[in-house]
């Protein structure tokens, strides 16, 4: 099945360590992107990436650090600097320019103590 | 800068009954791009709908129906007779033309939709 996956679903890490967040596609889509969502709020975008090789900050991306080796893949590395990590974090594509509804995976849901 | 105002935090309703959504947005292009999103318990979003800003005419799938009214900038969610599985929290989402499309959506605060049985 065609989509995009984000493991694990529930992550657990010590204050002050790094921890990257997976997203993998099998959809062949150009564009990957980062979200944050925080109880009650909306979804804020970290960093999106619109080719191999190349990617983007989006409004919050202090902290936060990702890379685009192959299409299919974009992980994302919380970093110890991000001052308050414990979040739901979706990742999501979508076919590149000229396409604009987005496929979101399942989540990661990120708890730091 | 693209702002998207989902007023609604939360709305409870009995089953079979109709519920409005709402949702305002600002952006300075004419070019843009308006989504309703949904989020079941299990946290993935599901995309629902896409209009663009120059198609103003309504649209209806099964008990699912928007109006999109450029005037006042509203592009509102209706659910006639909803359903305990309606129950979710919808987000409605803006993109304008700047980078072809490609470089993110401006989410709303999102609405959290109860109906009870």
């Known amino acids: 099945d065609g989509g995009i996956t984000q493991s694990p679903k529930y992550l657990f890490r010590k204050e002050g360590q790094n921890v990257t967040l997976s997203c993998e596609q099998n959809l062949n889509h150009d564009a990957m992107y980062w979200y944050r969502q925080d109880p009650g709020q909306g979804l804020r975008l970290i960093y999106y990436s619109q080719i191999v090789n190349d990617f983007q900050k989006g409004d919050i991306a202090e902290g936060y650090s990702v890379s685009r080796e192959k299409k299919e893949s974009f992980p994302l590395t919380v970093t110890s600097a991000q001052k308050n990590p414990t979040a739901f974090y979706l990742c999501?594509?979508?076919?590149?320019?000229?396409?604009?509804?987005?496929?979101f995976g399942p989540g990661t849901r990120l708890t730091v103590t | 800068a693209q702002k998207v105002t989902q007023a609604q935090t939360e709305i409870s309703v009995v089953e079979k009954e109709d519920v409005t959504l709402d949702c305002v947005y600002e952006t300075r292009d004419t070019t843009y791009y308006l989504f309703w999103y949904k989020q079941p318990p299990s946290g993935e979003l599901v995309f629902l709908i896409r209009?663009?800003?120059?198609?103003?005419q309504n649209e209806i799938s099964g008990r699912y129906s928007w109006n999109f009214q450029k005037s006042t900038s509203s592009f509102n969610f209706t659910i006639t007779a909803s359903q305990v599985v309606d129950s979710a929290v919808y987000f409605c989402a803006l993109s304008d033309d700047s980078g072809g499309g490609a470089d993110g959506l401006t989410f709303g605060k999102g609405t959290h939709l109860i109906i009870q049985p």
């Open positions: 209009r663009n800003s120059f198609d103003e």
């Open positions: 999501a594509s979508t076919p590149g320019t000229g396409y604009y509804e987005q496929y």
